[in-house]
Every structure is written in structure tokens, then in C-alpha cells.
């Protein structure tokens, strides 16, 4: 069986080390971007099965990229997890059309919790 795929979308790069480190351990494979204004080549190439992504990203920032992927046809099934330490996160992950959110400074324990769920709907 092949391992399940993240693509992380963040800008922060102690952040992305953090949770590539975690989510390599936990058996998934990780490729991490600090950009998202090519959300959709990455997606297309790199086939995740979830995708972390984070606000505050050069370029296009993290409510546009999501938006582009939610509204292609052949992604918008692909679950995204918006991680940002906005306040007004549930707004901002609303308006991206994010399927989840988790909020920083996060709990991996949380952010584990949150990806493993949406993993195994991916069944």
C-alpha cells in the first residue's frame, strides 16, 4: 500500500521542518512549499491526499490558493486543513471553502487528529 500524501503549504520554515518530522514518523510522505501561487501544477504533480495550508503565504496568499484548488473540478475533493494564527480563522477558512481548521500556535496531538480523519475518509 503506498503512503498516504501531505502537501504543506507554509511560508515558516521552523513550522514546515516541525511537521514534516511528525507527519514522517506517523508513516505519511511530505512535500512542503513556502509559495502558492502554483497550488495547482503542485497538486496536479504531487497527487496529496490532504493539504495543510497556512494564511499568511507569499504571492497569492492562503484564502486564494484554496479557492483556486476548491474550484477545479478534478481537486475540489482533495480536503484542505487551513492553519493560521489568525483570529478570525473560521471566517478566513470559511471564505477559502477550507474543510477544516486548526488554529496557531497548534497542538500537533490536534493537528495529528484533524489529518488522520480526513485520511481516512480518503479510503
Do not use: C
Not at 495543510?52 to 492562503?62: A, E, F, Q, R, S
Not at 481537486?75 to 487551513?82: G, L, R
Not at 478570525?88 to 493537528?111: G, H, R, S, T
Amino acid at each position: 500500500m503506498s503512503k498516504k500524501k501531505i502537501l504543506i503549504f507554509d511560508d515558516d520554515t521552523a513550522i514546515l521542518e516541525v511537521i514534516s518530522i511528525i507527519f514522517e514518523e506517523n508513516g505519511y510522505q511530505v512535500e512542503i512549499s513556502e509559495t502558492s501561487h502554483d497550488i495547482l501544477e503542485r497538486v496536479e504533480r504531487y497527487r496529496p491526499d490532504v493539504i495543510l495550508m497556512d494564511n499568511w503565504i507569499p504571492k497569492i496568499g492562503g484564502v486564494e490558493a484554496t479557492k483556486l484548488l476548491k474550484n477545479h473540478e478534478e481537486f475540489k475533493n482533495i480536503p484542505v486543513i487551513y492553519v493560521t494564527a489568525n483570529n478570525d480563522i473560521v471566517a478566513l477558512a470559511e471564505e477559502a471553502q477550507a474543510d477544516d481548521y486548526v488554529a496557531k500556535p497548534f497542538n500537533l496531538e490536534d493537528l495529528e487528529d484533524k489529518v488522520a480523519k480526513y485520511m481516512q475518509e480518503q479510503i
